[in-house]
């Protein structure tokens, strides 16, 4: 049976869901409504740095941010409206660096529901000019993790958004000992090249691996750790994109599926969302472990 509990770490207060099988959800409402953690069979399956979720000048390294209205960087942390206005916005927009709320939760015999939510406030207008409600709802289960997403535009214009997450999967060692990822062809940020893609990557070769991939063939990627544990992330049509972040000191490795690409904001080339629209995706993170 699942159960419910909050506390307070530091200057943080942390809600858990956890079974007395080894499943265990960590939410940290105030830090942009993170998925911090999530164990199965006592197994942890993101990577967190505590020092960045606790310093709320920092963005966080760790867990599973959320990205929204764009995914990536804008140039010069800008974009243009129609009509002319200049707004600023930082890399992965504003949904990560915001407080959260708490709507319901469920406790059941094999699973468990969190729902949290974000809007609009005048914080946010002053740099997306939208009024705009996120409804996230995560249903956890032994060895699998779903994201389902209702995004809503309340404002009385067409709202361009691009949304994602940048999960953190905890990758020690080597990072993987198999990669799946469902496209023949990425685009390398570091590099500014594309390239085909046959199924390998050296994540070791160089200090940071930071790449896109496209034309994807299906909604499924994978990979497998040193130790014999599998990560899957299935992913809905709203996500055509998946990035592959990982940097070769540290134990991470991030399978990101993303609405939009970089700049998209800047090209004209964001989704748009009727005025007083709504869009359903879902994602989710399963988890085998190793024998």
Same mark, same amino acid.
């Given at each position: 049976?699942?159960?419910?509990?909050?506390?307070?770490?530091?200057?943080?207060?942390?809600?858990?869901?956890?079974?007395?099988?080894?499943?265990?959800?960590?939410?940290?409402?105030?830090?942009?409504?993170?998925?911090?953690?999530?164990?199965?069979?006592?197994? *942890? &399956? @993101?990577?967190?740095?505590?020092?960045? =979720?606790? #310093?709320?000048?920092?963005?966080?390294? %760790? !867990?599973? *941010? &959320? @990205?929204?209205?764009?995914?990536?960087? =804008?140039? #010069?942390?800008?974009?243009?409206?129609? %009509? !002319?206005?200049?707004?600023?916005?930082?890399?992965?927009?504003?949904?990560?660096?915001?407080?959260?709320?708490?709507?319901?939760?469920?406790?059941?015999?094999?699973?468990?529901?969190?729902?949290?939510?974000?809007?609009?406030?005048?914080?946010?207008?002053?740099?997306?000019?939208?009024?705009?409600?996120?409804?996230?709802?995560?249903?956890?289960?032994?060895?699998?993790?779903?994201?389902?997403?209702?995004?809503?535009?309340?404002?009385?214009?067409?709202?361009?958004?691009?949304?994602?997450?940048?999960?953190?999967?905890?990758?020690?060692?080597?990072?993987?000992?198999?990669?799946?990822?469902?496209?023949?062809?990425?685009?390398?940020?570091?590099?500014?090249?594309?390239?085909?893609?046959?199924?390998?990557?050296?994540?070791?070769?160089?200090?940071?691996?930071?790449?896109?991939?496209?034309?994807?063939?299906?909604?499924?990627?994978?990979?497998?750790?040193?130790?014999?544990?599998?990560?899957?992330?299935?992913?809905?049509?709203?996500?055509?994109?998946?990035?592959?972040?990982?940097?070769?000191?540290?134990?991470?490795?991030?399978?990101?599926?993303?609405?939009?690409?970089?700049?998209?904001?800047?090209?004209?080339?964001?989704?748009?969302?009727?005025?007083?629209?709504?869009?359903?995706?879902?994602?989710?993170?399963?988890?085998?472990?190793?024998?």
């Amino acid at each position: 049976m699942f159960s419910y509990r909050k506390w307070q770490d530091g200057n943080l207060e942390v809600c858990e869901l956890a079974d007395d099988r080894g499943t265990a959800t960590r939410f940290v409402p105030a830090r942009g409504g993170i998925l911090a953690e999530y164990l199965v069979k006592d197994t *942890p &399956v @993101l990577y967190m740095d505590p020092q960045t =979720l606790h #310093d709320f000048d920092k963005n966080i390294r %760790g !867990g599973n *941010p &959320v @990205l929204f209205p764009v995914c990536g960087p =804008l140039e #010069d942390n800008r974009y243009v409206l129609p %009509g !002319g206005r200049i707004y600023e916005m930082k890399q992965h927009g504003l949904a990560r660096n915001k407080p959260w709320q708490v709507l319901e939760v469920k406790c059941r015999e094999e699973s468990a529901e969190i729902t949290l939510a974000l809007s609009s406030d005048d914080d946010t207008l002053q740099a997306y000019p939208f009024g705009f409600r996120l409804v996230f709802t995560y249903v956890i289960e032994t060895g699998r993790i779903t994201i389902k997403q209702r995004y809503v535009n309340e404002s009385t214009d067409e709202m361009p958004f691009y949304a994602g997450f940048h999960p953190y999967f905890f990758a020690p060692g080597t990072k993987a000992a198999s990669l799946r990822i469902p496209s023949g062809r990425y685009f390398d940020i570091k590099t500014g090249e594309n390239r085909l893609y046959e199924g390998t990557l050296d994540l070791q070769a160089n200090p940071e691996t930071n790449v896109v991939f496209t034309d994807l063939q299906d909604r499924e990627a994978s990979f497998a750790r040193p130790d014999g544990c599998r990560v899957t992330v299935r992913f809905d049509d709203s996500f055509p994109y998946i990035v592959l972040w990982a940097l070769q000191d540290k134990d991470f490795l991030c399978i990101e599926p993303w609405m939009g690409n970089n700049y998209d904001l800047n090209k004209g080339k964001a989704r748009l969302l009727k005025p007083g629209g709504e869009l359903c995706a879902e994602v989710s993170y399963s988890f085998e472990v190793g024998s």
